[in-house]
């Protein structure tokens, strides 16, 4: 629903309210902030409420641990901090293995592990299958992280948003940002569909779309989108307490006695001119999952061909025509999900799949968030990039992101992610997949 009035001035406004954004505005708004919050849609309408609701710090790349166990920390407090239950439970991380090429690859991500004094061990067949007992499938072993957990992703960012906002912050719907002013290479503020707010710092996490506004800013960001079609099963018979993933099927058991399920190696592209534009960077990624990407050329290309690069800051801009990205799940992947589904837990057979639903994944060239401050203007940063993280690593993002914005001590440093590693020569070098 459109607001009925806006600020006229903010110490900081966000652009998105997905759950980085708008965990970064509930810690602003703890310290006294004065935070505005715009999202052209609805709080968590797009990836962060379509996601799995996996909150894994197994298989992460390195440089996310270290805000990725922040964010399982925040997360294991923050029912309790905030007053709602999101569905959160440490219920365990399970990676299969299907060969011992593979099983050798999690033994190799150990020394991370250690590194960063996680429990994550490799467990052999036998364990796996007290693990998860209904499961046909013979596994040659798993990667197994006990302290990760799940939460339900349509309940965890409006919950914190509601505490955000009794905190202070001001969430805004239905208010799409069309740009940013400047005064003196400094922002003076940000010009939404309802009029101006004031402001001298802002952050642009809006997913899947930032790329699209900094590009009007002439700032460059490569990202492309994946779809990610999700489904959900009927309540069942308990067939796992953890969270499993496989090269066939990725399941987790829901708070309301069904499973999320989802296809575990299958990356689904449509083509389109960023496709082009940002092929090279992305070719170290593209090249390292290639016989799990399925291209598609068709609308998704001339959609954003048809979209200006810039536009009028007094007229519509391209966020108020698409308020909420909902591309439409694919039925070739559903099918192996249910067939998939049907072989590794025989028992699931006669469960319907109850809803079917897709997200476009926002990604980076090395799979790794882009942040901090970018462009000529200063005071205006990013956070985006997530590349299928966002979820988990949202609350700790959104943490060391509040620190960024006010100059206070930062834990945890940001350099690796910052946007210029794409253009100063840096190698582009995704994480290996395990």
Not at 8 to 14: E, F
Not at 126 to 146: I, N
């Amino acid at each position: 629903m459109p607001p009925e009035s806006i600020p006229a001035k903010a110490d900081i406004v966000i652009i998105g309210g997905g759950i980085v954004g708008i965990s970064t505005a509930w810690f602003l708004a703890r310290q006294g902030i004065d935070v505005v919050v715009c999202e052209k849609g609805c709080v968590a309408g797009e990836q962060s409420g379509r996601n799995w609701g996996w909150i894994r710090q197994q298989g992460r790349d390195p440089r996310e641990l270290p805000m990725m166990i922040e964010s399982m920390r925040i997360f294991a407090e923050i029912e309790a901090e905030i007053g709602e239950d999101i569905g959160f439970r440490q219920c365990g991380c399970l990676f299969t293995a299907n060969s011992d090429k593979q099983l050798q690859r999690y033994h190799e991500w150990l020394k991370t592990a250690q590194e960063f004094d996680l429990d994550t061990r490799v467990i052999d067949s036998a364990e796996l299958r007290r693990l998860v007992p209904g499961a046909a499938t013979k596994w040659h072993g798993a990667m197994y992280t006990p302290s990760d957990g799940c939460a339900e992703p349509h309940k965890t960012t409006p919950a914190i948003a509601r505490a955000a906002a009794r905190q202070g912050a001001t969430i805004l719907t239905s208010c799409a940002v069309r740009g940013i002013e400047s005064s003196a290479g400094q922002v003076s503020a940000v010009i939404t569909e309802h009029g101006p707010i004031k402001t001298s710092v802002v952050l642009c996490a809006a997913g899947a779309w930032t790329s699209m506004f900094c590009r009007a800013m002439d700032i460059s960001v490569p990202q492309l989108k994946v779809r990610g079609t999700v489904a959900r099963t009927a309540p069942a018979d308990n067939i796992l307490d953890t969270k499993l993933f496989d090269d066939r099927l990725g399941i987790r058991l829901r708070d309301d006695g069904g499973y999320t399920v989802a296809h575990g190696s299958i990356l689904d592209h449509g083509i389109t001119p960023a496709t082009f534009r940002n092929a090279f960077k992305f070719l170290p990624a593209l090249m390292q999952e290639f016989s799990t990407l399925r291209v598609r050329f068709g609308k998704e290309f001339f959609d954003e061909l048809s979209i200006p690069k810039r536009w009028s800051l007094d007229g519509q801009s391209p966020f108020e025509k698409t308020r909420i990205l909902n591309p439409e799940p694919s039925k070739r992947v559903l099918k192996g999900i249910r067939k998939n589904l049907d072989r590794m837990f025989p028992q699931m057979a006669g469960v319907k799949i109850v809803e079917a639903w897709a997200g476009m994944v926002e990604t980076s060239p090395d799979v790794v968030p882009m942040i901090g401050e970018v462009g000529p203007i200063s005071g205006f940063h990013i956070a985006t990039g997530l590349s299928g993280h966002g979820f988990g690593i949202g609350p700790g993002a959104g943490k060391a992101l509040a620190a960024m914005l006010t100059g206070n001590n930062q834990t945890i440093d940001l350099s690796p992610f910052r946007l210029s590693r794409f253009f100063d020569g840096s190698p582009i070098r995704p994480m290996p997949t395990i």
